[in-house]
């Protein structure tokens, strides 16, 4: 099981001034040093975050992991391309959203994805994750198409209301990891995860190949420093291995 760490809120403090600083791409070195297994970024339409340049400083940067988090647009595809990372994972973007709020609704996105996406991302290297809710139906269209992985959208369990909610959402994310490895596509997980509710996420749902967290973890260094948060979210993952 991997950590991948979402550098996005780096970018975002930076731009709250403009100063040029911090760099994202110092920050994933950081966290790299740090024992972290890669980064996550997602490069928006509107550039709220990370811009451009952001781009190509974690291509020559980033040693492990690198995750293009994109939505489907023509446009990302061909930045995608050109930066050729590790993995790219599609996920819905919509442009009022604070953060991407549930995963890809499969019946609407299907034909698109099967006919221009992912021929096009089919020409490279490139591994295709999906953003997904635990739906089995949305598993399995993405199954249909050839995904490489889904990475499952934690933000329901991580924001439940209440705790019978929580363990509600649980069952699903583990149904819906079963169902992912079964069929031979790679499990990833994130949106919401952070040192308190990681535990209890990684004690119910099995084969997790990746973890991918961003805000908490930035959030939580800005008091630790990103040595020790990263430390500390690698200490939980090691004491919770999937042996499921």
């Not at 819905?92 to 953060?99: A, I, V």
């Not at 119910?204 to 908490?216: M, Y």
Request: charged share 25%; net charge negative.
């Amino acid at each position: 099981m991997n950590l991948l760490v979402n550098i996005d809120h780096v970018a975002t403090l930076r731009n709250a001034r403009g100063e040029g600083y911090p760099v994202p791409a110092e920050a994933a070195k950081v966290c790299e040093e740090a024992g972290a297994d890669g980064i996550v970024f997602h490069l928006r339409g509107d550039r709220r975050h990370i811009v451009d340049d952001d781009v190509e400083a974690l291509k020559k940067t980033v040693k492990g992991t690198l995750d293009f988090e994109m939505a489907a647009t023509d446009e990302m595809l061909g930045i995608l391309k050109k930066t050729n990372p590790d993995l790219c994972t599609l996920v819905p973007e919509g442009r009022e959203e604070l953060t991407t709020e549930g995963g890809l609704n499969m019946s609407v996105v299907f034909d698109d994805f099967q006919k221009r996406v992912f021929p096009s991302i089919r020409e490279t290297d490139i591994k295709i994750s999906l953003f997904l809710d635990p739906n089995p139906e949305d598993i399995n269209m993405a199954f249909e198409l050839g995904a490489d992985a889904i990475e499952l959208h934690t933000g329901t369990f991580a924001n439940a209301a209440s705790d019978d909610i929580k363990v509600e959402e649980l069952k699903r994310l583990k149904k819906a990891a079963i169902q992912i490895h079964q069929l031979g596509m790679k499990v990833n997980a994130g949106h919401g995860l952070n040192l308190d509710n990681l535990p209890v996420f990684l004690d119910v749902v099995p084969h997790l190949n990746e973890v991918s967290i961003g805000h908490a973890l930035i959030s939580k260094s800005l008091f630790w420093g990103l040595p020790k948060t990263v430390s500390a979210y690698l200490e939980i993952i090691s004491i919770y291995q999937d042996v499921k």
